[in-house]
């Protein structure tokens, strides 16, 4: 390997991990709250409909954020537009931290869900833009391997944080760091995240735009340079010409370019895989699951207990999955994850319906099904809607698909504690089961991405559309 070729992949390396860092505040971001319910309901005497409130209001902001991020991002760019997510998560942190009421700790969570919206539709998107096709799926995989990362490292935060607040009341400190660590120690929860935040925002500053959106702009130099920094130049112009016949050959970049023949399968068939992605049951495993297996009789330890068991599966599965993505391709990946995922789910929903609870078998499968999600659909679904839409409108159309996976989350998070408490486990999940089998007929739409271009992706909907 010559030594520009080192600098090369040094340097994609260098901008896929600032980009994957959007991914690392999502989980941290969506699993630090955890930790501070408990202490933020007790201190400003919240109601079960404000707690309610409280929780879901980041997710408010979410939806805000992925619903404009298209429309944002098309315009004046992937970069632009992740500083200012960066921007927006560490306003949220510091004001948590420094919130005298609900109100404006519900604001600034809005804030920071504005953030975390904007960052899981652009970050995994940036890097497919920048990323060599037959390395790119393990490259975007890494945008969810950072969440998993985020969520796990928030729980251990929050864990060492309530341990630092029961060893200093002893010593009885005093002032600003007695609120942030002991008397109010949810601040300091929250107060965790600025470094990450911070660091999101500046790193950004030193990554370069996205050459297929120069392109689109017609800054064509300024994206073979780009080019040329992640691959030699030969390869570099030959992407180029690439990118540019496959520009020339789109209309303007309107909302009216995604229902146009081929393009409009593909925006259905992103829409439907991130909406099943939550209706298969991920998040109400990862924010319940602790208290399925608590209720079914598994007591499990200390004051992580089943969070941090839960994330650690995802983590070292999610490993797995970056290994392999480009070898065995997408379809394959998601394919074998929504199988385990489904097995999982009738499982358990059998061991509910004939009370076998209390063994170790649940938690088995229950931890099966997290690892089978992590190898399959959680990092897949991120690989394939960052490749499937055409350049100009690749923001819009990646909004409206995550705006869906975002709405999906709402109705799950919504609807799950009243399914466990009415309908009862067992038949949760055999919904969630349910949910698992549109999967294969949604991915016979779609294209095996592996190796391709995104260009080349572009064309075969174009073919498609022709013959049709």
Same mark, same amino acid.
């Given at each position: 390997?010559?030594?520009?070729?080192?600098?090369?992949?040094?340097?994609?390396?260098?901008?896929?991990?600032?980009?994957?860092?959007?991914?690392?505040?999502?989980?941290?971001?969506?699993?630090?709250?955890?930790?501070?319910?408990?202490?933020?309901?007790?201190?400003?005497?919240?109601?079960?409909?404000?707690?309610?409130?409280?929780?879901?209001?980041?997710?408010?902001?979410?939806?805000?954020?992925?619903?404009?991020?298209?429309?944002?991002?098309?315009?004046?760019?992937?970069?632009?537009?992740?500083?200012?997510?960066?921007?927006?998560?560490?306003?949220?942190?510091?004001?948590?931290?420094?919130?005298?009421?609900?109100?404006?700790?519900?604001?600034?969570?809005?804030?920071?869900?504005?953030?975390?919206?904007?960052?899981?539709?652009?970050?995994?998107?940036?890097?497919?833009?920048?990323?060599?096709?037959?390395?790119?799926?393990?490259?975007?995989?890494?945008?969810?391997?950072?969440?998993?990362?985020?969520?796990?490292?928030?729980?251990?935060?929050?864990?060492?944080?309530?341990?630092?607040?029961?060893?200093?009341?002893?010593?009885?400190?005093?002032?600003?760091?007695?609120?942030?660590?002991?008397?109010?120690?949810?601040?300091?929860?929250?107060?965790?995240?600025?470094?990450?935040?911070?660091?999101?925002?500046?790193?950004?500053?030193?990554?370069?735009?996205?050459?297929?959106?120069?392109?689109?702009?017609?800054?064509?130099?300024?994206?073979?340079?780009?080019?040329?920094?992640?691959?030699?130049?030969?390869?570099?112009?030959?992407?180029?010409?690439?990118?540019?016949?496959?520009?020339?050959?789109?209309?303007?970049?309107?909302?009216?370019?995604?229902?146009?023949?081929?393009?409009?399968?593909?925006?259905?068939?992103?829409?439907?895989?991130?909406?099943?992605?939550?209706?298969?049951?991920?998040?109400?495993?990862?924010?319940?699951?602790?208290?399925?297996?608590?209720?079914?009789?598994?007591?499990?330890?200390?004051?992580?207990?089943?969070?941090?068991?839960?994330?650690?599966? %995802?983590?070292?599965?999610?490993?797995?999955?970056?290994?392999?993505?480009?070898?065995?391709?997408?379809?394959?990946?998601?394919?074998?994850?929504?199988?385990?995922?489904?097995?999982?789910?009738?499982?358990?929903?059998?061991?509910?319906?004939?009370?076998?609870?209390?063994?170790?078998?649940?938690?088995?499968?229950?931890?099966?099904?997290?690892?089978?999600?992590?190898?399959?659909?959680?990092? !897949?679904?991120?690989?394939?809607?960052?490749?499937?839409?055409?350049?100009? !409108?690749?923001?819009?159309?990646?909004?409206?698909?995550?705006?869906?996976?975002?709405?999906?989350?709402?109705?799950?998070?919504?609807?799950?504690?009243?399914?466990?408490? !009415?309908?009862?486990?067992?038949?949760?999940?055999?919904?969630?089961?349910?949910?698992?089998?549109?999967?294969?007929?949604?991915?016979?739409?779609?294209?095996?991405?592996?190796?391709?271009?995104?260009?080349?992706?572009?064309?075969?909907?174009?073919?498609?559309?022709?013959? %049709?």
């Amino acid at each position: 390997m010559t030594e520009k070729s080192k600098n090369n992949k040094a340097y994609l390396l260098f901008i896929t991990l600032a980009a994957a860092l959007g991914g690392f505040l999502f989980g941290y971001d969506t699993a630090v709250i955890s930790g501070t319910i408990g202490f933020v309901k007790f201190q400003f005497g919240l109601s079960t409909a404000m707690e309610g409130w409280f929780v879901s209001s980041a997710l408010v902001g979410c939806i805000t954020g992925v619903a404009f991020a298209g429309e944002l991002s098309d315009r004046f760019g992937r970069k632009r537009s992740l500083i200012f997510s960066g921007l927006m998560f560490s306003i949220s942190v510091v004001g948590c931290a420094l919130s005298a009421s609900n109100t404006e700790l519900i604001i600034f969570r809005m804030i920071g869900g504005i953030g975390v919206g904007i960052a899981s539709m652009l970050s995994p998107l940036y890097i497919s833009e920048v990323s060599p096709a037959r390395i790119r799926g393990r490259m975007v995989a890494l945008y969810q391997f950072a969440i998993t990362i985020g969520i796990l490292c928030a729980y251990f935060a929050n864990a060492i944080m309530l341990n630092l607040s029961e060893s200093l009341t002893s010593l009885n400190p005093s002032g600003i760091w007695h609120k942030l660590l002991v008397e109010e120690v949810w601040r300091g929860m929250f107060g965790t995240e600025l470094i990450p935040a911070i660091l999101f925002f500046l790193v950004m500053f030193f990554v370069p735009s996205s050459p297929r959106w120069l392109v689109s702009k017609d800054r064509k130099e300024e994206a073979g340079r780009i080019l040329e920094r992640i691959n030699d130049r030969e390869f570099a112009q030959r992407e180029l010409a690439s990118i540019q016949e496959a520009v020339s050959k789109e209309e303007k970049g309107s909302w009216s370019v995604l229902f146009q023949k081929g393009i409009r399968v593909a925006l259905f068939a992103g829409m439907g895989l991130a909406i099943l992605s939550q209706f298969t049951g991920i998040n109400a495993i990862i924010y319940y699951g602790p208290r399925i297996m608590e209720e079914a009789g598994i007591q499990l330890s200390n004051a992580l207990g089943g969070q941090v068991i839960i994330g650690i599966v %995802n983590v070292v599965a999610t490993l797995v999955a970056i290994m392999r993505i480009d070898k065995y391709g997408r379809k394959k990946l998601m394919l074998g994850g929504i199988t385990g995922m489904f097995i999982s789910l009738i499982v358990v929903g059998f061991l509910f319906l004939s009370g076998h609870t209390q063994g170790v078998l649940l938690l088995i499968f229950i931890l099966t099904f997290i690892a089978s999600f992590a190898i399959g659909y959680g990092p !897949v679904i991120w690989v394939l809607l960052s490749e499937i839409y055409p350049t100009r !409108v690749r923001g819009r159309a990646m909004s409206v698909a995550t705006l869906t996976l975002w709405v999906g989350t709402a109705i799950v998070g919504q609807v799950v504690p009243w399914m466990l408490d !009415v309908l009862t486990p067992a038949v949760t999940f055999f919904i969630f089961a349910l949910c698992c089998i549109p999967v294969p007929f949604i991915l016979r739409k779609i294209p095996e991405t592996k190796g391709l271009s995104l260009e080349e992706i572009e064309n075969s909907w174009r073919t498609d559309a022709q013959k %049709n």
